[in-house]
C-alpha cells in the first residue's frame, strides 16, 4: 500500500514544464557552482571511466569492480557505504529531511556482456576511448561518482535522502538481479520514491517504459539409438523442431510492440545418432505485462503439444519424448506514465539543456520499479558513443559535449531531490 501510496502521489499530478522545480535547480547558485566544479573535473572523470573499464566485470563475476567502486563512493564522501548481499556497491547522500523519509535512488550498472578472458585495456584516439564496456555502462558509474563530488564541493543540500547504486546483473543472464534485490530484499526497500537509471550516453533519451521479457532453455529428451538400427524412434530433436515452426505460427500483436525468438540451440551426440537429449532458449518479450503472460502460456501449450505429437507419430517402446521447460530469465513489464512528475522533471531537464527530449521503451533496471509501480526511469550520461556490447565499443569525451551531457541528469536528480 505504501509503493502505491507513493506512485499516486509522485504520479498524480501533471505538471507543465515550467512548473517543474527545473528552472529553479538550474537557477540555484548550488547548482552552477556543481557544474563548475563537473567542468573542473574533467580529466578526472575520464581517468575514472579509464580504471574502472579495465576492471573485467562479466556476468556474476562483478565482485572486484563492485569493490573499487565501493571504494570510491566512501572516498567521493558517501555515508553507510557497502556491499550489499547481492553485490551491489551503495552509498548514501544524506538529505537535510526526517530520517527514513523517501529517497531518490540514481544507479548504474557495474556489468558488461563481455567474458571473463576479455581484453578490456582501454584504447585512446584523439578524445575517442575504445574498449568493451566502456560507454555500457562504464561512464555512467564515473558520472555518478562526479556528481557526489561536485554536490560536496558545492555545498548542495537536499531534503531527501539520494542512494547513489553500482549494481550488479543488469545485462542478459544477469536478469536485474542487483535492481531485483535492491527493490525486494535491500535495506531500502520500502523508502525508494523515484527510481534513476543511468545507461548509456544519450542524454536526450528517457526511458519510461519497460519492455518485459521471458526467456526459457526448452530440454527435449528421449530414448535415443542408433540412426540406422534404431529408425522409427521417437526423436527429440523433431518435437524441438515442431515447437520453432508452431511458434513462429504466431502472429503477435504490433501494438504493444510483442516479440518471440528461437535463439540458441544444442545437443545431440553424433551425426548417426538419435539424440536422447536436445535443447533450446526462446526469448518472449512484450511492452504489456497481460501480453507477454498471453504469449508464454501459448508457447508452454506448444511445447508439450509437439512432444504429444511426436509420441504420437514415431515408436515409443523404448521410451516416450519429454519435455523440461526452464524459466532462465524473467524481466518484468511496466510503465512510468508521461504525467508522472519524475517524468516531466526529465523531459524539463532534457529541454533546458538544449536537447529534444525522447520517450522510450527498452528493458533496463528501471523496469523493476515501474512493475512495482513506482517511478522510474532510465536516462543517459551524456556524451556521445557507439557498438555497445561489441570489442570495439567506444565513447567520446571531447570536453564540451562530455560535460555539457552530465548536466541534465544532475538537474533532474537535485529537482527530484528537493534542492534546498
Avoid at 50 to 59: K, Q, R
Avoid at 154 to 161: C, F
Amino acid at each position: 500500500m505504501r509503493r502505491l501510496a507513493l506512485a499516486l502521489l509522485l504520479g498524480a499530478a501533471a505538471p507543465s514544464l515550467a512548473a517543474t522545480p527545473v528552472p529553479k535547480v538550474m537557477a540555484s547558485p548550488a547548482y552552477k557552482a556543481a557544474v563548475a566544479h563537473l567542468d573542473r573535473e574533467h580529466d578526472r572523470i575520464v581517468e575514472e571511466i579509464v580504471t574502472l573499464t579495465e576492471i573485467p566485470a562479466p556476468p556474476f563475476k562483478e565482485e572486484k569492480r563492485a569493490k573499487a567502486y565501493a571504494e570510491m563512493l566512501r572516498t567521493a564522501g558517501l555515508a553507510d557505504v557497502e556491499l550489499d548481499e547481492e553485490g551491489n556497491a551503495i552509498g548514501l547522500w544524506r538529505g537535510t529531511g526526517a530520517p527514513g523519509r523517501p529517497l531518490i535512488v540514481i544507479a548504474a550498472h557495474l556489468d558488461t556482456v563481455f567474458p571473463e578472458e576479455t581484453n578490456v585495456k582501454v584504447r585512446r584516439e584523439g578524445t575517442r576511448l575504445y574498449a568493451p564496456g566502456i560507454g555500457d555502462d562504464t561512464r555512467s558509474l564515473a558520472v555518478l561518482l562526479a556528481y557526489v563530488r561536485a554536490m560536496k564541493a558545492a555545498g548542495v543540500k537536499t531534503g531527501r535522502d539520494i542512494l547513489f547504486v553500482g549494481n550488479v546483473g543488469e545485462e542478459g543472464p544477469g536478469d536485474l538481479r542487483g535492481i531485483r534485490y535492491l527493490f525486494t530484499k535491500g535495506k531500502y526497500k520500502d523508502r525508494v520514491a523515484a527510481f534513476f537509471s543511468m545507461d548509456g550516453t544519450d542524454g536526450a533519451r528517457i526511458v519510461n517504459g519497460g519492455t518485459g521479457s521471458k526467456r526459457y532453455r526448452v530440454t527435449y529428451k528421449g530414448p535415443g539409438g542408433h540412426s540406422y538400427g534404431a529408425f522409427g524412434l521417437v526423436n527429440p530433436m523433431t518435437a524441438m523442431s515442431q515447437t520453432v515452426v508452431d511458434l513462429y505460427r504466431i502472429a503477435p500483436p504490433k501494438e504493444p510492440k510483442t516479440t518471440y525468438s528461437a535463439s540458441v540451440t544444442g545437443g545431440g551426440t553424433s551425426v548417426n545418432s538419435i539424440p536422447h537429449e536436445v535443447w533450446m532458449e526462446f526469448d518472449m518479450r512484450s511492452e504489456s505485462a497481460a501480453e507477454l503472460a498471453k504469449l508464454e502460456q501459448r508457447f508452454l501449450g506448444i511445447v508439450q503439444a509437439s512432444v504429444a505429437a511426436e509420441n504420437g507419430a514415431r515408436s515409443t517402446k523404448e521410451g516416450l519424448i519429454k519435455a523440461e521447460p526452464k524459466l532462465i530469465g524473467n524481466r518484468p513489464a511496466g510503465k512510468t506514465p508521461e504525467s508522472a512528475e519524475l517524468v516531466q522533471v526529465a523531459r524539463a531537464a532534457v529541454a533546458a539543456h538544449g536537447l529534444k527530449p525522447e520517450f522510450q521503451t527498452s528493458s533496463t533496471d528501471a523496469n523493476m520499479p515501474m512493475s512495482l509501480g513506482i517511478p522510474g526511469i532510465t536516462i543517459g550520461s551524456g556524451g556521445s558513443g557507439g557498438r555497445a556490447h561489441a570489442l570495439d565499443e567506444w565513447i567520446d569525451v571531447e570536453k564540451g559535449a562530455s560535460h555539457k551531457g552530465m548536466l541534465p541528469g544532475l538537474a533532474m536528480l537535485l529537482a527530484m531531490a528537493e534542492l534546498r
